[in-house]
């Protein structure tokens, strides 16, 4: 039997003086050294989780359940335990601060704050070429869509503070910019962690360093006389049918003009649209597509009862599919579309031509203004 420690007699003579009037039953004792087992079991079962090789264990003297810790110095009370877990968290959490501070001084200030400064900056770069492309792009009523990139409503002061911070160059930020770009991220870390502690570090970084959430995009509808609208949503609502089907496919399409406008010259163009135009009348349909051939694009759409034989394409091929339920086959048609008349696949081959010869392709890829006007070739399903 080995003596009681000072703070379990402490402990031992509380007991006896609360419970003085309680007789425990053979049955009550046996139910409390069960839960005491299972709760060591699970104390266990979390230190070895933890990655920690603690070995708890209890024992009883004079009807007292004493649990103990073992560890690489001996056995410790569970309260020692205890104390010594919460002093190596605190440590941990501290180490922890620091090595933020680390991060922040060493990346966020350096690489990092270049990087999304760069980032914004190609963004913006970006969409201001959309903004040019779209705003050379007009609709049958003559009027046009252009786009922004504006800081979020949302934003507080310190917010729009460091947004502004990161449209200068980061070169030319002094200590004091790079002070309150340090404050603001580290406060939008801690605040993350608050509400999710288990959160893994890195995702929280991701969320407090999303330039993206920062800034909103912004329609603006340009009438003909010059006129500029911020195109809201009751706004798009008074458009008609057709202008409301090309104010939101336009920028759709300048973003796709201008990012493949970065590659090489001799590149496809190519977007696939499934279900392509779905609920747009003709007239909509026959705008939209001269659209794509002013942006240079090529298309490669499905669709049911889907056309391209408008004016505005310069040339299409057209697969009409045909599915038989009852024969389990499937049939294709192939008809082309020259820009004026509708030719069938034994009509080409009757001419000597190729599928490619019979759209005007000349070949390889070609840009607008290099001599030869290019065929924005337009592929299409028809379920």
């Not at 104390?43 to 690489?72: C, K, M, S, W």
């Not at 977007?271 to 939209?288: S, T």
């Amino acid at each position: 039997m080995h003596p009681l420690p000072h703070e379990a007699e402490q402990l031992l003579d509380a007991i006896v003086a609360v419970t003085a009037d309680l007789r425990p039953s053979e049955s009550s004792l046996k139910s409390s050294r069960t839960r005491v087992s299972a709760s060591m079991a699970e104390l266990q079962n979390q230190l070895a989780a933890a990655g920690h090789e603690y070995r708890p264990e209890f024992q009883t003297d004079d009807d007292v359940i004493v649990v103990r810790v073992a560890d690489e110095q001996g056995f410790s009370s569970i309260h020692d335990f205890a104390q010594h877990m919460a002093t190596a968290r605190r440590d941990q959490e501290q180490l922890l601060t620091e090595a933020e501070r680390r991060v922040f001084e060493d990346a966020l200030l350096g690489r990092l704050a270049q990087q999304i400064h760069d980032r914004t900056t190609e963004a913006r770069d970006l969409i201001a070429d959309m903004n040019r492309e779209m705003r050379r792009r007009r609709m049958s009523s003559g009027a046009t869509v252009g786009i922004g990139w504006e800081l979020a409503d949302a934003l507080d002061r310190p917010q729009r503070e460091v947004s502004r911070l990161l449209d200068r160059d980061a070169a030319l930020l002094t200590p004091d910019d790079l002070a309150t770009l340090r404050g603001h991220f580290a406060g939008q870390i801690k605040n993350l962690r608050a509400v999710r502690p288990d959160r893994p570090y890195v995702e929280v970084l991701a969320e407090a360093l999303d330039y993206r959430t920062w800034r909103t995009f912004v329609l603006t509808l340009v009438a003909p006389d010059g006129r500029e609208d911020r195109l809201t949503q009751a706004r798009h609502s008074m458009l008609s049918g057709g202008e409301q089907s090309v104010s939101l496919h336009l920028p759709l399409f300048a973003a796709a003009h201008v990012l493949l406008s970065s590659a090489s010259p001799t590149c496809p163009r190519l977007l696939a649209l499934d279900e392509a135009f779905a609920g747009i009348d003709d007239p909509g349909r026959n705008e939209l597509l001269g659209l794509t051939a002013q942006f240079d694009l090529d298309l490669f759409m499905t669709g049911y009862d889907l056309w391209a034989t408008y004016p505005t394409v310069p040339a299409c091929a057209h697969y009409d599919l045909a599915h038989s339920a009852v024969e389990h086959t499937v049939s294709s048609l192939l008809m082309v579309w020259d820009g004026k008349e509708l030719l069938t696949d034994s009509e080409i081959a009757d001419s000597g031509e190729d599928l490619a010869a019979a759209l005007g392709s000349p070949g390889t890829r070609r840009r607008p203004g290099n001599g030869t006007p290019d065929v924005a070739d337009v592929f299409e399903v028809d379920e």
